[in-house]
């Protein structure tokens, strides 16, 4: 069964980057544009919305990390981001996080 967008939401954590590199190296993580919705992004993934997903894929929106991305990320390993796993895949997205 397909978890829902609510169910998704829900599991939206906070990783270090430290902790990421490793699903990077096994071609598994996502980076998702900072001005979408995590939830609704990682639903679109598990249901295999394939014309959705292409169409941020072509425009830029979701995508593999960058070799400069990366580089930057591995400066500060402490770096946060905001992630859901969607296996196989760890969608992650570099915003602004309201940690209180």
């Known amino acids: 069964m397909k978890p829902g967008k609510e169910e998704l939401a829900l599991a939206i954590d ?23 919705d995590l ?4 639903w679109r ?7 959705v997903i292409s169409g941020w894929i072509e425009s830029g929106t979701v995508g593999k990390p960058s070799l400069a991305q990366i580089a930057k990320w591995d400066e500060d390993k402490g770096k946060q981001f905001q992630m859901l796993i ?12 309201n940690i209180q």
């Open 14 to 36: 906070v990783a270090e980057w430290g902790w990421l590199r490793v699903h990077l190296e096994r071609d598994g993580l996502i980076l998702i544009s900072s001005d979408m």
């Open 45 to 51: 993934i598990a249901t295999d919305d394939t014309p």
């Open 86 to 97: 969607v296996s196989p895949y760890i969608l992650i997205q570099d915003k602004a996080l």
């Open 39 to 42: 939830a609704e992004a990682g």
